[in-house]
């Protein structure tokens, strides 16, 4: 069956969003001190180790993968939605401002637009069926 433009719209939004979340949870086992580095700098907790990093990315992942093939929408859509939403509320003084400190500050504001994919997708999670293995 030919998808609606909504539903295609929804898919490649889901796509997108999934891409930039799979390579943060890959990043935690290809380089589990960068996962050190930003919850220390941007979440202000000290002590996650290589283990930890491991952890954290299995997690990631089991969601990522429900969220991309559309199971459990309520869960994988909101906690992907939760997790973004934690990511961009923490770099909050980068939106406010983003010509300070470092000139790749500006690079924080592209978390905005794909905040508002994610609250798309969570508010139509039931139209978003192109592609997916939920009913």
Same mark, same amino acid.
């Given at each position: 069956?030919?998808?609606?433009?909504?539903?295609?719209?929804? =898919?490649?939004?889901? %796509?997108? @969003? $999934?891409?930039?979340? $799979?390579?943060?949870?890959?990043?935690?086992?290809?380089? &589990?001190?960068?996962?050190?580095?930003?919850?220390?700098?941007?979440?202000?907790? #000290?002590?996650? #180790?290589?283990?930890?990093?491991?952890?954290?990315?299995?997690?990631?992942?089991?969601? %990522?993968?429900?969220?991309?093939?559309?199971?459990?929408?309520? =869960?994988?859509?909101?906690?992907?939605?939760?997790?973004?939403?934690?990511?961009?509320?923490?770099?909050?003084?980068?939106? @406010?401002? &983003?010509?300070? #400190?470092?000139?790749?500050?500006?690079? =924080?504001?592209?978390? @905005?637009?794909?905040?508002?994919?994610?609250?798309? %997708?969570?508010?139509? +999670?039931?139209? #978003?069926? =192109?592609?997916? %293995?939920? +009913?």
């Amino acid at each position: 069956m030919k998808p609606t433009r909504l539903e295609l719209s929804l =898919f490649i939004m889901r %796509l997108g @969003v $999934f891409y930039v979340m $799979f390579a943060w949870a890959l990043d935690k086992f290809l380089n &589990p001190s960068h996962t050190a580095g930003v919850w220390e700098r941007f979440y202000k907790f #000290d002590g996650i #180790d290589e283990m930890m990093s491991y952890g954290l990315g299995a997690l990631q992942m089991v969601v %990522l993968l429900a969220f991309v093939t559309g199971l459990f929408k309520r =869960f994988s859509y909101g906690v992907v939605l939760a997790m973004h939403t934690v990511s961009t509320a923490s770099t909050w003084h980068y939106l @406010v401002n &983003p010509y300070v #400190d470092e000139p790749k500050a500006m690079l =924080f504001m592209a978390a @905005v637009p794909m905040l508002g994919a994610c609250i798309t %997708l969570f508010l139509m +999670r039931h139209q #978003d069926r =192109f592609l997916t %293995l939920s +009913r």
